[in-house]
């Protein structure tokens, strides 16, 4: 069989011919989609700019501030294509494209749960600001110094020098004791009497003792409360307030307290007993032959 080039070639003019004419109807379209893509990404850049610096009057977080403002860009970027798309009638195209985005976001929402529970949480975390780093907090049965605030974790160092990682989901779940909030802590001492003495001599010469210690905030008053009949002494608590929360001078401040409160006591007579116990044996009586 011979080739027919003219056949050939005649029709490749038919479909050049056609193509030709769906583009010069589609061109305006086209055109138009162009310049709004142009259009829309020099918007999108201002936007993401102004979004840039709302975020850093709301929040002091450089990470979550270019998080924001890059998903604001983003999220407008897919506007406007989505927008061209539409100009150029490709509507089933723009359908399953969405289909297809929606399909695949459940499937990593299941997949990555626990990872986006830790991302969001860690987004609360930053705009609620219940630790910030250098708190002394108590979460989860540990106790530290926050050194890290990440959006997936939080990391604290405890007082025995050991990095704790909590992810973010338990420490937003999680009771949140922050003792630097208020700039001081409250130092709970016990101490216990013995039934001889005289009790509200033993509370006065405590209070004294410790009234003028260095560390102490003047502005919160040093209180005293007899609690209970212990076993072998009358045992009270003094309050008293650290005007630091730093974990040094909140200990120094109870050591000097039990020092100051002992030599106290030792000079005016008033014993801190030891435990004691009374023991009553019975003895079994012996036959005499």
């Known amino acids: 069989m011979m080739f027919d080039l003219n056949k050939a070639i ?3 003019n038919d479909k050049l011919e056609i193509w030709f004419n769906e583009l010069v109807k589609i ?5 138009l989609a162009a310049l709004i893509l142009v259009i829309g990404f020099f918007i999108a850049k201002y ?3 102004l979004a840039e610096k709302i975020s850093n009057k709301v929040s002091g977080n450089i990470t979550i501030n270019n998080l924001f403002s890059t998903f604001v860009y983003v999220v407008f970027l897919g506007i406007v294509f989505f927008t061209a798309l539409s100009i150029l009638k490709l509507d089933k195209a723009v359908t399953s494209i969405l289909a297809g985005a929606g399909i ?10 626990d ?5 969001i949480s860690g987004i609360f975390i930053t705009f609620r600001k219940p630790l910030q780093i250098g708190d002394i907090v108590s979460i989860k049965d540990y106790m530290g110094k926050v050194v890290e605030v990440n959006l997936r974790d939080t990391v604290i160092m405890t007082f025995q020098g050991k990095m704790v990682i909590i992810p973010n989901k338990d420490v937003f779940q ?6 630097s909030l208020l700039g001081k802590r409250r130092l709970d001492l016990e101490v216990g009497v013995s039934y001889n ?5 033993a509370a006065k010469l405590a209070v004294e003792a410790v009234k003028n210690l260095e560390g102490l905030d003047p502005s919160e008053e040093v209180t005293l409360f007899y609690k209970e009949f212990g076993e072998s002494s009358i045992n009270f608590t003094i309050r008293l307030w650290c005007n630091s929360t730093d ?3 909140y200990l120094k401040l109870g050591h000097q307290a039990i020092i100051a409160i002992k030599r106290s006591f030792d000079l005016n007579h008033i014993t801190i007993p030891f435990p004691i116990r009374t023991l009553d044996v019975s003895w079994p009586e012996q036959k005499i032959n």
């Open 10 to 12: 005649n029709l490749l």
């Open 27 to 31: 061109l305006p379209n086209l055109l």
């Open 47 to 49: 936007i993401r700019k």
């Open 104 to 113: 695949l976001g459940l499937a990593l929402a299941f997949a990555f749960q």
């Open 115 to 119: 990872i986006a529970a830790n991302f």
């Open 174 to 179: 999680s009771a949140i004791e922050n003792y």
């Open 197 to 201: 003495d005289d009790l509200e001599q």
């Open 247 to 249: 974990q040094i001078s």
